[in-house]
């Protein structure tokens, strides 16, 4: 069983920066991926980031390609998203996530096994 734990959502200016945290309980495997995903109001869950457990691989939405970061501490068993030049486009819930497997891509379409309950993100202009 996975559970997932997400923080650090808030409200800060366009152009600003925040870090969100996404505390794992459980275990992950060789192609197993954490990653961030987001749901604007009135618009479809969509994918920001993935990370790979074992060995690190990333993939970003070309939306978010430059101003985020995507990482992960295994000992503490936390993924992060730096978040920086942030516009109000980029205002949403963010969730994080598990993949129980990377090489099927299915992040791509917000396919994912494991879902934490999101941490809300507004970006005033």
């Known amino acids: 069983q996975v559970q997932l734990v997400e923080s650090g959502g808030g409200s800060v200016q366009a152009g600003g920066s925040l870090i969100l945290s996404c505390a794992l309980s459980?275990?992950?495997?060789?192609?197993?991926?954490m990653g961030w995903f987001r749901q604007a109001p009135g618009k479809e869950r969509e994918f920001v980031a993935v990370?790979?457990?074992?060995?690190?691989?990333?993939d970003y939405a070309d939306s978010v390609k430059g101003r985020f970061t995507i990482s992960r501490d295994s000992a503490k068993n936390t993924v992060y998203l730096q978040m920086n030049s942030l516009k109000p486009e980029d205002t949403a819930v963010y969730y994080c996530a598990v993949d129980r497997d990377i090489t099927t891509m299915r992040y791509r379409y917000s396919r994912m096994d494991y879902w934490g309950k999101g941490t809300l993100v507004t970006v005033s202009s």
């Open positions: 990370i790979r457990w074992m060995g690190g691989a990333i």
């Open positions: 459980g275990l992950l495997f060789n192609n197993d991926a």
